[in-house]
């Protein structure tokens, strides 16, 4: 049972969340989007992206920071799953602002981070690519895998902290899906 104290403390919680969300810009809610995207991408958390993508947001993400697109991210660090996914939603084999080639083929920029990984190897959180997995995503992106939904990973088995983390992505979808541009294709 809960408290008065208790209830208090959550019904603040709550007021407080409610005006952070009402009052955050849109370059702040970019920026917040963004770090939550590529931190996804580096530890690997499929299901926290794949909720993000689903509730609406764009499959080519593209960094606030430098203008790279998280297919780039995924490419440098070797998560495979993370790419297909992508690609099952739509995300364009290119690194950056460019044009997709013709035939479902990457652009020679995605290739080149996926050889030569993170660009700042010093980067906090950028740690080595997976052995074996470099090779692997060659081949994917050489068969020039086309959109398809059914070709995304399948779920995995959600622990408590994934709950969790699922409950925090709805209050950040709730602040991009309000101040996102009606032709947002970041």
């Given at each position: 049972?809960e408290t008065?104290?208790?209830?208090?403390?959550?019904?603040?919680?709550q007021?407080k969340?409610e005006?952070?969300?009402k009052?955050?810009t849109l370059e702040?809610?970019?920026?917040?989007?963004t770090?939550d995207?590529?931190?996804?991408v580096?530890?690997d958390?499929?299901?926290?992206l794949?909720?993000?993508i689903?509730?609406g947001v764009?499959?080519?993400?593209?960094s606030f920071?430098?203008g790279e697109?998280?297919?780039?991210?995924?490419?440098?660090?070797?998560?495979l799953e993370v790419?297909?996914l992508?690609r099952?939603?739509?995300?364009?084999?290119?690194?950056?602002?460019?044009e997709e080639?013709p035939?479902n083929?990457p652009?020679n920029?995605?290739?080149?981070?996926v050889?030569?990984?993170?660009k700042?190897?010093?980067m906090?959180?950028?740690g080595?690519?997976?052995?074996?997995?470099?090779?692997?995503?060659?081949?994917?992106?050489r068969?020039?895998?086309?959109?398809?939904?059914a070709a995304a990973p399948?779920?995995?088995?959600?622990t408590?902290?994934?709950?969790?983390g699922?409950?925090?992505n709805?209050?950040?979808?709730r602040?991009?899906n309000?101040?996102?541009?009606?032709?947002?294709?970041a």
């Amino acid at each position: 049972m809960e408290t008065r104290a208790e209830k208090r403390a959550r019904e603040q919680r709550q007021r407080k969340r409610e005006e952070r969300e009402k009052n955050t810009t849109l370059e702040e809610a970019h920026e917040y989007m963004t770090i939550d995207m590529w931190d996804f991408v580096e530890r690997d958390e499929l299901e926290d992206l794949r909720g993000l993508i689903e509730g609406g947001v764009t499959a080519n993400w593209k960094s606030f920071f430098d203008g790279e697109r998280i297919m780039a991210k995924a490419a440098a660090h070797g998560r495979l799953e993370v790419a297909q996914l992508l690609r099952a939603h739509g995300a364009q084999l290119v690194a950056a602002d460019e044009e997709e080639p013709p035939g479902n083929a990457p652009s020679n920029a995605l290739l080149r981070c996926v050889t030569m990984g993170c660009k700042d190897k010093d980067m906090l959180g950028c740690g080595g690519v997976p052995a074996g997995s470099t090779m692997a995503f060659l081949a994917w992106l050489r068969s020039c895998p086309p959109v398809d939904r059914a070709a995304a990973p399948p779920l995995r088995p959600l622990t408590g902290w994934d709950r969790l983390g699922l409950l925090f992505n709805r209050s950040t979808l709730r602040v991009w899906n309000r101040v996102k541009p009606a032709d947002e294709d970041a």
